[in-house]
């Protein structure tokens, strides 16, 4: 039991020696060497719809950069590609849009070949819908498609929530006529897709160093976190990164993540204080765990390796390994209701993973109406409890 329980963790942790993030991603990742980036705004026109004065302009303005199709228009508005890059990207997402893969306000993620020095690169593509009129409910839409490029197509699906976020922000700046505002926030915005949609996670991991498995601790703990004496932009990471890193709200089958929606510990919890006046921060009411401190070093090789995408996949694998462990013990929970010796696999398994106590956390969130479960938690507690208490009097023992 215990050597599966191992190696089952070891996997996830290795996951750097393994995955392909290691052959596609790290390929030009170093202290020394930053992932080009590219991004690209297009106008789109259905051809049905009444096309306005200023954007006719526009297409005149820009015949020799505009793709015309049967039932829509699509004319370059800004890129940071190569020039002989964007109309061979302007030709894919015609493409697309003739196949009625883009649909409004989805993004779209695939692989391109492009006259870049990357050659094939992961691109995500939205189609910002502007609202119909009223006088015309049936016409073709106009809009915007944005397209950001970098990394690879699986590299940037670990982002595709934040990356639908950042487009989505971009919606009240696309309303000026003609981009009146394109020098001054729409190309800006633009080029910082990268840093605000990738980099967060790199960041806060840079900044706690190995203390980041008290931020883990806290995410699965649901410990509040408060930041001093730190900048806003610092203060939006460390937030993020505790969304990412938290078990709540994920949709999958009930027996997976019902007690991590409802759970929230009955004991009162000091909130984790970081004081970003000295680097590394300050923290205080740190709590982590060795389930936690397990993961350190694989969060911070990746860090090392300047590989945003690897960090994400290291953050997703952390997470399914703890639904693993929930999932674990409360089949252990609902067998010892009929059998001791089931009990005293659960105290095994809390004893070998490392993540007792946010475990027993949830575990009584969600069993907080059956008493014979609440019972055999309890026990579990105790037992967790006295466990800490005899690791902490042989620690003593061993510094005396």
């Known amino acids: 039991m215990f050597t599966s329980q191992t190696s089952s963790f070891q996997d996830s942790i290795d996951v750097e020696e393994r995955d392909d993030f290691d052959s596609e991603e790290i390929a030009g990742y170093s202290q020394k060497t930053q992932l080009n980036c590219y991004y690209t705004i297009y106008l789109y026109q259905g051809t049905r719809s009444e096309a306005s004065g200023e954007n006719v302009a526009w297409n005149q303005r820009r015949a020799d950069s505009t793709t015309s199709q049967d039932d829509f228009s699509l004319t370059l508005v800004d890129s940071s590609l ?3 890059a964007e109309p061979e990207l302007r030709t894919y997402i015609s493409r697309r849009l003739s196949k009625g893969a883009l649909l409004g306000g989805m993004g779209n993620i695939a692989t391109v070949e492009l006259s870049i020095p990357e050659q094939a690169v992961g691109c995500y593509c939205c189609l910002l819908e502007q609202e119909r009129s009223p006088e015309q409910p049936d016409a073709d839409g106009n809009g915007y498609v944005i397209c950001f490029m970098g990394g690879s197509e699986k590299g940037l699906n670990l982002f595709r929530l934040e990356l639908d976020k950042y487009v989505q922000g971009l919606h009240s700046s696309l309303q000026t006529p003609e981009l009146q505002n394109l020098e001054t926030e729409v190309r800006p915005y633009l080029s910082r897709w990268y840093e605000e949609s990738v980099m967060h996670i790199y960041r806060v991991v840079q900044l706690v160093q190995s203390n980041i498995s008290f931020l ?3 995410a699965l703990s649901h410990t509040h976190v408060e930041l001093n004496n730190s900048d806003e932009r610092t203060k939006a990471d460390v937030s993020r990164f505790i969304k990412a890193a938290s078990l709540l709200g994920l949709s999958q089958q009930d027996t997976t993540t019902a007690s991590l929606c409802k759970a929230i510990s009955e004991d009162t919890q000091s909130d984790l204080i970081l004081d970003c006046s000295s680097s590394p921060p300050t923290l205080s009411n740190a709590v982590s765990n060795r389930f936690c401190d397990d993961w350190i070093q694989a969060f911070l090789n990746a860090a090392e390796r300047c590989n945003p995408f690897l960090l994400r996949q290291i953050l997703e694998n952390f ?17 010892a209701e009929m059998s001791h010796y089931a009990l005293f696999r659960c105290c095994l398994f809390l004893q070998g993973c490392g993540n007792g106590d946010v475990l027993l956390q949830n575990a009584r969130a969600e069993h907080s109406d059956l008493p014979e479960a609440c019972s055999i938690i309890s026990v579990l507690e105790e037992f ?5 208490q005899a690791q902490a009097q042989a620690q003593a023992q061993a510094q005396a």
Do not use: G, T, W
Not at 321 to 335: E, G, T, Y
Not at 384 to 388: F, G, N
């Open 82 to 84: 190569p020039s002989e």
């Open 319 to 335: 997470k399914l390994k703890a639904i693993q462990d929930m999932n674990s013990l409360k089949r252990f929970v609902r067998q």
């Open 216 to 218: 883990l601790h806290a």
């Open 384 to 388: 967790i409890k006295e466990q800490s």
